[in-house]
């Protein structure tokens, strides 16, 4: 069996164009570095994507990376159709996209520096899964990165069941509408019916509520396609390492951490092997999905991180940090905190070093930069405090600062990169959003940044981004806007209702306003 039976779903229900973050070259070179690895510059490297749709995900790393070459590949004809004419309307052509299935993958594609594989392992048949570790293995250059996405236990169990009441009930339903239809309609049937003081309705309504949100052809192919095969980790881990590959790390680096479990679980776990401790943590946690780096089993890793590592590294605080609420002249300790963790320092290195992070935000720093502007935003005699001297009594600021950005990064409360997203220059009298962007913003309300993140943007902004080519001052803009809230074609509403007419000062602050936002969303490239 090969995939030929995904063609014809995908065909009608094409998957939604999203921008992966956390599948872009930059992470995984990332935490290739980190442990030890020497991966090849993303500036200027070979990327593979399997299964890469209609080239949403992909395409912002051509357009970021211009010095590299990307190849897509998927079996849909009609998603490669369209991600061809996505990149021909943006004018990138360091990309090439391949109409073909997975298992027809051979030598003659040659070797990739990086390899993604996301949204598919799981959704095909087990020919396809061991030929996509073999891709990840044989066409993975000598350094190279692959990572590979998939369901996993014990997190699927629950939703494996709700899926299992999904297909019963949609069986013999032909029609992927009427599938998307009658599932929902099942989902409320669920929720409206069982008692909801049972565990069992408590666990219904959990995973109805993660369920509900999603997108029609996102429930549709992530729960109502007819492979859907979770894993556990430690069965995944086997399968690569049959395959000629070792487990690299997770894409996300704060969950490879047992530190932020509770401290039984974290002497539970102490002496494990890496693979147990990650296995059980996936018991605690209940994961149900995971991103997997591998490598070649060849390559040697440097497990035993040290802080000196962080010096290779840019950063950039994970969410806006008021850089006012630092006083530096103060002893008192200063807080930053994720939705998960929280992390406090009275050093004053490090506060000093959050307080420039959060004044560059959202642009990042290189670990000499934050530490020189550290230093020169202390107040004199604040380095004083022996607590900063080494064995030989000098300061050591470095390594104070090096701890601290480590034990943030596996907080995620910053991120951590070898080549940052390039740095946005200020709004221009003539702004401009690159063309991919404004490809984007005619086929939807969701675009790709320049952080490869996903933007949702209201109907004004949507509007005014595909005006956005560097041809057009401000007062032409406006005169834009005005005549399309005129004419219908942009609403802008107040307390609910539409305004038919709107004064000039009132839309001079509507464009300000709207291209602030997408500035601060690394939306404008000038």
């Not at 159709?81 to 030598?107: C, H, M, P, W, Y």
């Not at 799981?122 to 993975?140: M, T």
């Not at 002497?267 to 605690?284: I, N, P, R």
């Not at 997997?292 to 089993?297: E, F, I, K």
Request: glycine share 6%; hydrophobic share 40%; aromatic share 8%.
């Amino acid at each position: 069996m090969n995939t030929a039976s995904c063609e014809n779903t995908y065909d009608k229900v094409p998957y939604p164009n999203w921008t992966h973050r956390g599948t872009h070259p930059r992470q995984l070179e990332a935490i290739a570095t980190l442990f030890g690895m020497q991966p090849v510059a993303i500036t200027d490297c070979r990327v593979l994507e399997i299964g890469c749709a209609s080239g949403s995900n992909i395409l912002p790393m051509a357009r970021d990376l211009p010095g590299s070459t990307f190849v897509g590949l998927d079996l849909s004809a009609v998603q490669i159709t369209d991600a061809k004419k996505l990149a021909a309307e943006a004018g990138i052509q360091n990309v090439r996209f391949e109409q073909s299935d997975i298992l027809t993958v051979d030598d003659s594609w040659g070797r990739f520096d990086y390899i993604v594989c996301h949204g598919i392992y799981s959704w095909v048949p087990d020919n396809v899964k061991e030929k996509i570790l073999a891709i990840c293995k044989n066409n993975l250059a000598a350094g190279g990165v692959a990572m590979v996405s998939y369901n996993v236990y014990p997190g699927w169990h629950f939703r494996r069941m709700i899926r299992d009441m999904m297909l019963y009930h949609v069986s013999g339903r032909e029609y992927p509408r009427d599938q998307i239809t009658q599932s929902r309609a099942m989902l409320e049937f669920l929720r409206d019916n069982c008692a909801p003081n049972t565990a069992y309705g408590t666990v219904l309504k959990h995973e109805m509520g993660e369920i509900k949100p999603l997108q029609d052809a996102q429930l549709f192919h992530d729960y109502l396609e007819p492979v859907n095969d979770p894993v556990y980790f430690h069965e995944f881990a086997a399968r690569s390492q049959a395959a000629g590959l070792q487990y690299l790390g997770d894409v996300d680096f704060s969950r490879m951490l047992a530190k932020f479990l509770p401290k039984k679980a974290r002497d539970a776990l102490t002496g494990l092997s890496m693979m147990q401790q990650e296995q059980y943590m996936d018991f605690l946690r209940n994961r149900s999905f995971r991103r997997t780096l591998l490598c070649h089993d060849d390559v040697a890793l440097n497990r035993d991180l040290q802080a000196d590592i962080m010096r290779k590294f840019h950063f950039r605080l994970t969410a806006l940090m008021p850089e006012d609420q630092i006083d530096l002249a103060s002893d008192e300790p200063v807080s930053i905190k994720s939705e998960e963790h929280k992390i406090s320092s009275g050093e004053p290195v490090v506060k000093a070093s959050l307080q420039q992070l959060a004044r560059q935000w959202p642009g990042t720093l290189s670990f000499g930069d934050l530490h020189s502007a550290s230093l020169k935003a202390l107040p004199t005699g604040k380095l004083s405090d022996r607590s900063n001297e080494n064995e030989r009594g000098e300061l050591n600021t470095e390594n104070t600062l090096a701890s601290s950005l480590m034990a943030c990064l596996g907080a995620r409360l910053v991120d951590a990169w070898v080549h940052p997203p390039k740095p946005l220059p200020p709004v221009g009298e003539k702004p401009v959003a690159s063309s991919l962007v404004r490809a984007q913003a005619r086929l939807g309300n969701m675009v790709s940044n320049f952080r490869h993140e996903q933007v949702l943007l209201d109907d004004a902004e949507r509007h005014l981004i595909r005006l956005l080519d560097g041809q057009h001052d401000r007062k032409t803009l406006i005169d834009n806007l005005r005549f399309a809230l005129a004419s219908g074609a942009m609403v802008i509403r107040t307390k609910g209702e539409a305004l038919k007419e709107v004064s000039g000062e009132h839309l001079t602050s509507i464009l300000d306003e709207a291209l602030s936002r997408l500035h601060r969303a690394a939306l404008l490239d000038g």
